[in-house]
């Protein structure tokens, strides 16, 4: 791999775990702060989310970048033959996005180093289709309803 590549495999490597630090410090001290069990941690967490309008302006960036960004995920992996891209996907719902969205660009650029470009793309399948339709229906829904409620 070249020196290039390594060091922005180590950029994204370091994206997401300062990502992780700073997504999961807060939400461990939200927790916390309101002496909360994690399973009432997670019900308080996403009406906090609404709670005004610079909250839900962020929660709907956020929700609509994520949207983007798994869509090309999906395709990208697809392309380049990387495995197991919905788990970056639903680890990116469970832990965050800006963690496991790096990691991505971490495996797509170490596949790049390893691949020829190939002479014919491959197809994204059923399932990635479908996928990708539930998730963008439902976070076009949400962030619709987060701005017009």
């Not at 800006?98 to 399932?127: C, D, G, I, K, N």
Request: with cysteine; net charge positive.
């Amino acid at each position: 791999m070249s020196n290039a590549r390594t060091l922005l495999c180590r950029l994204y490597l370091a994206c997401s775990a300062i990502a992780l630090l700073g997504t999961w410090r807060q939400n461990l001290a939200f927790q916390a702060e309101r002496h909360l069990s994690l399973p009432e941690t997670f019900a308080q967490f996403w009406p906090a989310l609404l709670e005004n309008r610079a909250t839900v302006s962020i929660t709907v960036d956020i929700f609509m970048f994520a949207l983007a960004a798994v869509i090309w995920m999906v395709l990208e992996a697809r392309r380049l033959q990387i495995r197991f891209v919905w788990l970056y996907v639903l680890f990116g719902i469970l832990v965050a996005i800006s963690v496991t969205y790096p990691l991505f660009l971490y495996a797509r650029e170490r596949r790049l180093a390893v691949l020829e470009a190939a002479s014919t793309e491959p197809q994204s399948t059923t399932p990635d289709k479908l996928g990708i339709a539930f998730l963008g229906i439902g976070t076009v829904a949400f962030a619709l309803w987060c701005t017009f409620r």
